[in-house]
């Protein structure tokens, strides 16, 4: 898909099991975006650091079958629209 628009790839996070309300891990994903280091809570990213003009044109992600279940044919649960919406915005 980037070859195709012209634009450069990087794959920043992935965190097995963790999704929008629930999660087979230790939190849910929304917990991960702000750090520097994922998986360590004590290391925020500093925005402000962050050089102007390096903000992404896209970001594709993968989440929701952690919470619904796609796979097994489960129902997503009650409150995930209104969760999986606040987190996108």
Same mark, same amino acid.
């Given at each position: ?8 790839? %990087? %794959? !920043? ?9 629930? *999660?087979?891990? !230790? =939190? ?5 975006? *702000? +750090? %520097? ?8 990213? !500093? ?9 992404? *044109? ?8 952690? *919470?619904?279940?796609?796979? +097994?044919? =489960? ?15």
């Amino acid at each position: 898909l980037a070859t195709n628009l012209g634009a450069d790839v %990087a %794959a !920043d996070l992935a965190v097995s099991g963790s999704g929008v309300l629930s *999660d087979y891990g !230790d =939190e849910p994903f929304a917990a991960y975006l *702000d +750090r %520097a280091l994922p998986f360590d809570s004590a290391a925020p990213w !500093d925005y402000a650091a962050t050089p102007a003009g390096t903000a992404p *044109d896209a970001v594709i992600m993968l989440i929701g079958p952690n *919470d619904c279940g796609m796979l +097994r044919g =489960e129902q997503c649960p009650p409150g995930y629209v209104a969760n999986y919406t606040d987190f996108t915005e």
